[in-house]
């Protein structure tokens, strides 16, 4: 089984800072100080990273008046080497305890149904009541759809609540009086990021031999060819790619490539018809 390596405090970005645990920070924290010149040099850069997480404060072990009011409030409390007549070393994680406290970094470590669960503490508002910039980064990892649906056809045997969860999604159901609210989320697929290696293309490379060529035959014509050649590529630019840049591609010939799943499939409109006969 292969070992999870550990991080160091140069480890650490936006991303990764919200995996860790208070008792391994502390410890990076320590590794770190060993290095004294390194630590002090990287000290700004390591604070700004780590205050987007967590509340750190050193203290003396022995006070433990201190020590327990720290605890109280949520801090961990670590022995450290003695620096400056301290210790020890306190650490909070940032509770994420409403949907205010979502942000594009911390949304990747959570799951769907402690989104769901952030959504059915914020004062009933469902998923349609949220901020904007809330669903943004809600929807950046994971896949939302919401419906509004009689009781009934809401909860029917095979219906949307079971097919959603057959789809793999996690569920949330807010009553709206003799209607519920359906709040379905599943996790997005993890896209790790691709470094891309841009390589030159052949006319620059052709463009670098000239210009060492011409810079060691002492040839005093040559950026002017250069900016000739660039002249002409500019003109042969064709009429769509002008169209691009002006902005006049009209908006019907953009074709919407994602699916809005927040709409209601067919079979469900199928059966709101079917309980509204079968009531009247």
């Known amino acids: 089984m292969k070992q999870k390596t550990r991080l160091s405090l140069d480890d650490l970005n936006k991303g990764n800072v919200w995996t860790i645990t208070p008792s391994e920070l502390s410890q990076m924290i320590i590794d770190a ?3 004294h010149d390194d630590y002090i040099e990287n ?3 390591y604070t700004n990273i780590l205050r987007m997480v967590f509340d750190i404060q050193y203290l003396k072990r022995e006070d433990t008046e201190q020590v327990n009011k720290l605890e109280s409030v949520g801090f961990e409390v670590y022995s450290t080497p003695d620096e400056n007549g301290n210790n020890a070393i306190a650490i909070r994680k940032h509770p994420i305890k409403k949907v205010t406290d979502l942000t594009l970094e911390n949304i990747q470590h959570l799951e769907a149904w402690e989104v769901l669960e952030l959504i059915n503490n ?12 809330i669903q943004d980064i809600i929807e950046s990892a994971f896949f939302v759809d919401c419906t509004i649906m009689p009781e009934k056809t809401m909860r029917k045997k095979g219906g949307i609540i079971d097919r959603r969860k057959d789809d793999g999604y996690e569920v949330l159901e ?4 003799t209607w519920i609210e359906g709040i ?3 996790p997005k697929p993890k896209v790790e990021k691709v470094h891309i290696d841009y390589t030159i293309h052949d006319d620059e490379d052709g463009r670098r031999r ?3 060529n011409a810079e060691n035959e002492n040839d005093e014509d040559y950026d002017e060819e250069i900016e000739l050649e660039e002249e002409e590529e500019d003109e042969d630019m064709d009429d769509e790619e002008l169209k691009k840049l002006d902005g006049d591609i009209d908006e019907e010939d953009i074709e919407d490539e994602e699916p809005d799943e927040r709409n209601l499939q067919i079979e469900d409109i199928e059966d709101i018809a079917e309980d509204m ?4």
């Open 33 to 35: 100080k060993k290095k």
């Open 43 to 45: 000290e700004k850069h």
């Open 122 to 133: 914020n004062m009933g508002t469902g998923w349609k009541g949220l901020p904007l910039a």
């Open 174 to 177: 807010i009553e709206r009086g």
């Open 184 to 186: 379905f989320m599943k």
């Open 210 to 212: 000239r210009r060492k």
């Open 277 to 280: 006969e079968e009531e009247e």
